[in-house]
């Protein structure tokens, strides 16, 4: 009895951390889809994607102004700062108990994108009480490309006022989920040479080892399957020497050298008989 319940709790816990797990997945899939385009088109969607990382995160930035001192907060596709619908918000330092003024909505949302940078506008904030027209806020985030680190710090760069219209809040943040992939300068051929290569180092390091230390040979025979190796040079030697010599060795020369031979005396004969007795 006691092992069948704890069966149960194991299977319980089990079902329990895959729900779990769903969850979050399903959570973290949807992170962008909060956001509403300003004009919806497919580019965008896919810019929009490459944000993934930077879902569900608030990031906070401080400015100061004289003896003003200014908070933002950004969060991608959802409410910066817990303010609903909100993608920036500002708070003033001095006013903190007021409600913060929404910069931008994330309900009205353009995406620009570019090899390793995404330009994010947000657009619909508070009214301007006495600038620009008093047209609605607009917050632009320029979201960077930088590999060294995973979401840099949020930075203000400009507040644009002075202008009867389009004026923005610019931000810069830096990110390595929207840099480019990193091609491949490696062809099949080459990836299999250093994979050949790789190996052979790793034959002769691990024979060496071997035969030193659990055979014992010395000298030249340390080498693995020095025999083999041996013999496969001098088939090589023999092969360069047939392809490269010209001539055939089998049949004799044309020219020789003169083979210089004593000459035989031969022996004197005395024509004694010849002579007149």
């Not at 006691?2 to 089990?14: M, P, Q």
């Not at 010209?246 to 004694?272: C, H, K």
Request: proline share 3%; with cysteine.
């Amino acid at each position: 009895m006691a092992n069948r319940h704890g069966v149960e709790s194991i299977l319980v816990w089990t079902l329990a951390i895959q729900l779990v797990l769903c969850g979050r997945g399903v959570f973290t899939a949807n992170g962008t889809k909060n956001c509403k385009l300003f004009s919806e088109s497919k580019s965008e969607l896919n810019v929009l994607n490459r944000l993934e990382s930077l879902a569900h995160k608030n990031f906070t930035s401080e400015v100061k102004i004289g003896d003003d001192s200014y908070s933002y907060t950004f969060q991608l596709c959802g409410d910066a700062g817990g303010v609903a619908g909100a993608g920036v918000i500002q708070v003033d330092s001095k006013k903190k108990e007021t409600k913060p003024t929404v910069i931008g909505m994330y309900n009205s949302t353009q995406a620009i994108g570019g090899s390793d940078w995404v330009m994010l506008i947000y657009r619909n904030g508070d009214t301007y009480d006495g600038h620009c027209s008093k047209e609605k806020r607009k917050a632009i985030i320029m979201i960077s490309c930088n590999r060294d680190i995973d979401v840099g710090r949020l930075e203000v760069v400009l507040e644009d006022r002075e202008r009867e219209q389009d004026c923005f809040y610019l931000f810069e943040l830096d990110c390595s989920g929207v840099c480019p992939v990193v091609q491949s300068q490696l062809g099949t051929g080459s990836i299999i040479l250093i994979i050949v290569f790789s190996l052979f180092i790793l034959y002769l390091i691990g024979g060496f080892l071997y035969q030193r230390f659990i055979v014992g040979a010395k000298g030249m025979e340390q080498f693995p399957n020095y025999a083999f190796w041996v013999e496969v040079g001098n088939r090589l030697a023999d092969g360069c020497d047939f392809v490269c010599r010209a001539g055939n060795r089998d049949e004799a020369s044309p020219y020789r050298g003169v083979v210089t031979e004593p000459l035989e005396e031969e022996p004197d004969e005395r024509d004694d008989h010849l002579l007149p007795m």
